[in-house]
């Protein structure tokens, strides 16, 4: 099993494939960072695209809760913690 910074630089990889962001590399995205309005500017189609991607790599889903998805996917190091956490059950 891959540790969370691993995954990390996995899901920014899917990041920049997903939503086609080819001036940036991995390393230009800090884990910590919001993705969503400031850090990465990403909107709501992006959060869709991102979330489908992120269900057919590691099949994890979203929650029914929109609140709990705003924090599942407010940064990397978020979304890899629960990625992590949802793999393990």
Do not use: T
Not at 14 to 26: K, N, P, S, T, Y
Not at 31 to 41: N, Q, T, V
Not at 79 to 87: D, E, G, I, M, T
Request: proline share 2%.
């Amino acid at each position: 099993m891959q540790g969370l910074e691993g995954l990390e630089a996995e899901i920014k990889q899917l990041i920049i494939e997903v939503l086609a962001l080819e001036d940036l590399e991995a390393a230009d995205i800090d884990s910590d960072a919001p993705l969503f309005k400031e850090g990465l500017g990403l909107d709501s189609i992006d959060a869709l695209d991102l979330e489908l991607a992120i269900e057919e790599r590691y099949g994890v889903r979203g929650s029914q809760d929109p609140d709990e998805n705003v924090r599942r996917f407010a940064s990397v190091k978020n979304l890899a913690a629960f990625v992590s956490a949802s793999r393990v059950r």
